[in-house]
């Protein structure tokens, strides 16, 4: 059987060989698995940071929005494990913007999530990433974010 | 190197110690597992529970949608896995609504899915979960699920 | 304790024996993991197929934007891998679409990506899938892709 590589080649298909990296987050990265919630951006139980990206909150706003949620998402991973260095790699977000039908920042806003794992967990804090614009979302946070880290034995 | 709840408390941050539970669903589950498709709200081979929340669809109406779409996952895990009890947890549900751009109330939306599996499965049909609020969806449905789920060999 | 099969038939409900494939992907797919993180179509550095599906952008041409994505999941694949055959199996597309809130055809834009792999990849390129309509993308992507792929060692 020939190889998706011939098949592709057959077809008139180049792969790319470069991709543009858009923001800050490795593109593929191997696991072994704990699922996190998706959270949202609450601060002593009330949900801060609401609002619409595109109408009423700026980018540096999201930002702040993606950072509080990544430290709701660290609160119960710390709980789970007892020490966060027990984690050896973030694998994956998937960044939810409330957002307007015209915006189109999202994977700067979700920057918010990355720079701070980055800065705590150095480069295993740098997970595969996805950023999308959802037309609402729950008690009208403005970053939702749903997480799948690698943890050691 | 500095551990990272040392980094965090070097920045002046204080990781949540308690995250406020909105909903029906654990936070952090372990897994090995079993992909299922985003499923809609079919019923005898016909979309039921088509529709917007936040227009025209109620939170009880869309619960059902969510309680149906939850019957459609478990249909070809059974016939996949034969039975039912060979299910060790479910890992993962990521629930889309389809939403207005002011509906709020996704997690309520998404206990007609994880109160059908806690009622069916007891604590293992607790996963971790997301709702978000989605532009659009296949059919109109009102709601689509996708999950992850933990089998034993 | 009463088997989940039990439960359900107490509660009088009946697990649906088929459901309807509405596209070509596989209902569930076991797995051992690498994550992609959402990709858009760009083509030579820039990102070509913008626009929202119902707005301005054809279901054709969601497709064509979602054969794009789908070469570009593929190139950063064979820089990780070297050889794609090396990849057991598509496990898990999530297909996001950039749609307008009355659009209903979500699954026919991602065959583009699922009809690709299967042409290139045969039947480990079906995987489970998930297509929905969000609210706006990264540099107004008309679809973005993420992936969960299977890899031999």
């Given at each position: 059987m020939p190889t998706p590589e011939r098949i592709l080649e057959r077809e008139g298909r180049t792969l790319p060989t470069?991709?543009?990296?858009?923001?800050?987050?490795?593109?593929?990265v191997?696991?072994?698995?704990?699922f996190v919630s998706g959270h949202?951006?609450?601060?002593?139980?009330?949900?801060?940071?609401?609002?619409?990206?595109?109408?009423?909150?700026?980018?540096?706003g999201g930002q702040e929005a993606a950072d509080t949620v990544t430290m709701n998402l660290l609160g119960p991973l710390k709980a789970?494990?007892?020490?966060?260095?027990?984690?050896s790699r973030f694998v994956?977000?998937?960044?939810?913007?409330?957002?307007?039908?015209?915006?189109?920042?999202?994977?700067l806003v979700a920057d918010g999530a990355t720079n701070l794992l980055v800065k705590v967990f150095g480069d295993i804090?740098?997970?595969?990433?996805?950023?999308?614009?959802?037309?609402?979302?729950?008690l009208n946070f403005a970053v939702e974010i749903e997480a799948v880290v690698e943890v050691r034995d």
């Open positions: 470069t991709h543009p990296v858009v923001a800050n987050s490795a593109m593929t191997r696991a072994e698995l704990l949202g951006p609450f601060v002593d139980g009330r949900p801060a940071h609401t609002g619409k990206l595109g109408v009423d909150v700026t980018i540096e789970e494990l007892g020490e966060l260095s027990r984690i994956k977000l998937l960044v939810f913007v409330n957002a307007s039908s015209d915006f189109a920042q999202h994977h804090g740098r997970p595969a990433r996805s950023a999308v614009g959802v037309a609402s979302l729950p």
